[in-house]
């Protein structure tokens, strides 16, 4: 193998040479926390430097990080350390949780804390990886956080996003499924917990394996007059499907790596895991038959159940980036619901934020569900809008190898052969294993090569994953720049007669938004007498504290409406400001009064202490 020939593209992966050879074969006697022990010290074993690189820094004193690298949740978790280390007025740092082997789950809260605490203060909540092999999830999320970090003070527009707004990052949502892919390249979908996927009554009994040892999980192709797939004459790599047996050359059947564990006569059908945690959140869940990966329950997993518990701690939360991959494009909502049920307001402003996403990235945003009854039940954004009023993005990064190949005809058209040879020229041919012979215990003579699927198409390769990530940051950034934010007038006092005066303030949202985020945001509760409580959103507060005076009209804690923003598309909110009076008498010869405005989604306003005389 060459080093590529690109300038500027290290040749940088996570695991250099050839992997740790798979521990699939001892999944079905060390399944469990057994088995992400055996994972760790293989690579520890086989692999000094890239452990050893945990000691070093990943973070260089001028905020430098290698973007075009994925990162285990260990390494992750360091970077997010060092950063919190390099920032530590613009950053602090959460164990939000244990995930099912017992690795912390870390989310990174960024702001300028010497503007406001990250909690009052609108924010956006970003994540990746939820599902195990879709790192490039977890590198943008990683990304973003070294982008706002490196950029306060050196950014206009990223100081002044932090000193008014707030992220959280958790940029390893699923630790464990992470690394499986990351280090073993297993293909499971999301949790590591065992699951019977073939409901033979054992589970993760057949995985698919690396056979051949050379680190990848890639295919067989096994010598068959009557199978569908040919040796493409001009690339005998090529497979090319021929149904109609209208070609001449070697024919093959092709099978993913691996022996029948479990003697079933079918290969490779019950691998790790097999719960779909975007499946696994409260609103609109459902169970197995209807929808498959849910879980035995809403939030069984302890992923999930973090990330709930987070979002509801968290009121200051406005929106939602679950970061998966790939597709090279957007899910936006409805994701739970019949789309002629979703609230049409919030549906034009979903379309509206999400044309900036095209906009930026020349990319769709598409519906991610589209049918009256059949939903992806239990997503994380459809509870995040639902029950919180918040909307919620699911991008797919990465559109797929035209995204990096050559296209060397100008057909517009990115073919095998122009991947080989991309791969081969620019590459060294490292993401193509070829067919190497093997004897398999099963079908005797077979070759097992092909392509590195998850760094060639489920993930860019690590060359080319900063070009990936550095595009997303932008719309991310403006996501957060929409949200709600309060703003306060100073208190006027003015006298009514001796010793009674009138105090009056007046909140305004500043913001793009709504203080309710969504129309959803403002649906209540609502009483016989009228009035609406229990809102999904909780209105703004205005608190007026008032030493040496006595409260003579108004409340001291006053519920004033949504403020509505400078959007045009929501109708639950009327107003963009309300004013607040109240009549207050002197009490003692000390007087003075503050007001304190808070929205749960817009941040909090204060007033200084106004001497009232
Ligand atoms: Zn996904």
Not at 119 to 143: N, Q, R
Not at 198 to 203: F, K, R, V
Request: hydrophobic residues 35%; negative net charge.
């Amino acid at each position: 193998m060459t080093e590529p020939t690109r300038s500027g593209r290290p040749a940088v992966h996570p695991v250099r040479g050839p992997r740790p050879r798979a521990l699939c074969r001892s999944y079905g006697a060390s399944r469990g926390s057994v088995h992400v022990l055996l994972v760790i010290a293989t690579l520890s074993a086989a692999y000094p430097s890239l452990v050893s690189s945990q000691a070093s820094s990943l973070v260089s004193p001028d905020g430098a990080v290698d973007w075009n690298r994925f990162y285990t949740a260990a390494e992750t978790d360091q970077i997010l350390r060092e950063f919190h280390a390099l920032h530590p007025g613009l950053t602090e740092l959460y164990r939000i949780g244990e995930s099912l082997r017992g690795r912390p789950l870390m989310t990174i809260a960024i702001t300028n804390e010497a503007t406001g605490p990250a909690h009052e203060k609108p924010a956006l909540y970003v994540d990746g990886g939820i599902h195990a092999g879709e790192l490039t999830g977890s590198a943008v999320a990683t990304h973003l956080v070294g982008h706002l970090l490196n950029g306060y003070g050196a950014d206009p527009r990223i100081t002044a996003l932090l000193d008014t707004r707030a992220f959280y990052v958790r940029p390893k949502f699923n630790p464990d499924g992470s690394d499986l892919a990351l280090i073993e390249d297993q293909s499971l979908r999301s949790t590591t917990r065992p699951f019977d996927d073939d409901e033979d009554g054992t589970a993760d009994e057949d995985p698919p394996e690396d056979l051949d040892g050379d680190g990848w999980i890639t295919r067989m192709r096994i010598p068959d007059p009557r199978g569908v797939w040919v040796a493409d004459p001009t690339d005998d790599r090529i497979l090319v499907r021929d149904p109609e047996m209208s070609m001449a050359g070697p024919r093959y059947t092709t099978m993913s790596e691996g022996i029948d564990n479990d003697v079933d006569g079918a290969l490779n059908e019950d691998g790790v895991g097999g719960l779909d945690m975007n499946r696994n959140f409260p609103r609109n869940w459902e169970r197995e038959h209807l929808q498959p990966g849910a879980g035995d329950y809403p939030l069984s997993e302890p992923e999930t159940r973090a990330a709930a518990e987070f979002v509801n701690a968290h009121r200051n939360i406005v929106g939602i980036v679950a970061g998966h991959t790939s597709g090279g494009f957007v899910y936006r909502l409805p994701s739970a619901s019949a789309p002629s049920l979703f609230p049409p307001n919030d549906l034009e402003l979903i379309l509206h934020l999400g044309e900036e996403y095209t906009r930026s990235t020349g990319r769709p945003v598409v519906p991610s569900s589209t049918h009256p009854t059949e939903h992806r039940y239990g997503t994380l954004i459809s509870w995040g809008y639902w029950d919180h009023g918040v909307i919620g993005w699911v991008p797919e990064f990465s559109p797929g190898p035209e995204a990096w190949v050559t296209d060397y005809d100008g057909d517009g058209e990115i073919v095998e052969a122009e991947q080989h040879r991309f791969n081969d020229e620019e590459l060294g041919g490292r993401y193509f294993s070829d067919w190497t012979p093997f004897e398999h215990p099963e079908f005797g003579a077979v070759e097992i090569g092909g392509w590195h699927a998850k760094f060639w198409g489920q993930n860019p390769p690590p060359e080319f994953l900063e070009e990936e990530t550095s595009r997303q940051l932008h719309w991310i950034a403006y996501l957060a720049e929409q949200s709600p934010l309060i703003a306060m007038s100073e208190p006027q006092v003015s006298t009514v007669e001796d010793g009674v005066f009138r105090v009056e303030v007046t909140v305004s949202n500043t913001g793009f938004l709504p203080t309710s985020v969504t129309d959803r945001g403002v649906v209540g509760r609502e009483r016989p007498d009228g009035s609406v409580d229990r809102r999904v959103v909780r209105a703004p507060v205005v608190t007026l504290s008032h030493p040496g005076l006595d409260i003579v009209e108004g409340e001291a804690r006053t519920v004033i409406p949504h403020l509505r923003g400078s959007n045009p598309f929501l109708r639950a909110a009327i107003s963009d400001s309300h004013t607040v009076t109240w009549t207050v008498r002197a009490a003692a010869a000390e007087r003075a009064v503050r007001v304190e405005a808070a929205s749960d989604k817009g941040g909090v306003a204060r007033s200084g202490w106004v001497v009232v005389r």
